[in-house]
């Protein structure tokens, strides 16, 4: 059962820390996992208007397919939680959000932090999809503020690769957003990390 990684890191300290990890997940798992989530997964869909829309599920309320249970299991947990401590020199509590995200075509994410009551500090990111270009848009954008997308500031964009994971600090002015999709469908797998 070794078929979560997170090995590669590039490290970006501006505008706040992210980092981008490369392939995360085996070609096998992510296979099973986007097949799930085409057919079999439950979505909910959420929306609030001129923020976003999109489909969720939360990964620990949900019955998902035993070849899929690497993905929940404690031993997957404590390897990420690890990697993430290590990369962002924290210590974090063994308390774990896992949810997933589903966007197609017209979906966005406008510009948040996440940071605020639900005391999350951390977060790690795994995109699936049947292939992607950058014309399909879903694009994840970190910015220096929230005014940033109007600037030529230290904004980064990071395409939706099958299979490649992302990383980042949550805090005050971790900014970020998500492009609108313009066709495709763009799943996210989620897990979010609260401070020791």
């Known amino acids: ?4 990684y997170f090995s590669s890191v590039d490290l970006q300290t501006l505008p706040f820390a992210h980092a981008a990890h490369g392939e995360a997940i085996s070609a096998e798992l992510a296979d099973e996992l986007l097949n799930w989530f085409e057919v079999g997964a439950k979505w909910t869909f959420k929306e609030i208007e001129d ?7 939360n990964m620990l309320h949900q019955e998902i397919p035993n070849s899929l249970q690497e993905l929940v299991s404690k031993e997957t947990f404590e390897k990420i939680k690890s990697r993430v401590e290590y990369i962002y020199k924290c210590r ?3 308390e774990i959000d896992v949810q997933a995200q589903k966007m197609v075509s017209g979906n ?4 948040h ?33 929230e005014k940033a997308l ?11 690769i ?7 600090e949550i805090c005050e002015n971790s900014f970020h957003a998500v492009s609108n999709v ?10 979010s990390f609260r401070p020791a």
């Open 92 to 94: 974090l509590s063994g």
């Open 51 to 57: 923020f976003y829309n999109i489909h969720t599920l």
């Open 150 to 160: 109007n600037k030529n500031g230290t904004q980064k964009y990071y395409m939706p």
């Open 182 to 191: 313009n066709s495709g469908e763009r799943y996210t797998l989620m897990y």
């Open 113 to 145: 932090t996440d940071y605020g009551d639900v005391g999350q500090s951390h977060r790690v990111l795994v995109q699936l999809n049947r292939g992607w270009r950058e014309r399909d848009g879903g694009i994840f954008i970190v910015l220096e503020d």
């Open 1 to 4: 059962m070794d078929s979560v």
């Open 108 to 111: 966005r994410i406008g510009i």
């Open 162 to 168: 099958h299979r490649f994971g992302y990383s980042f």
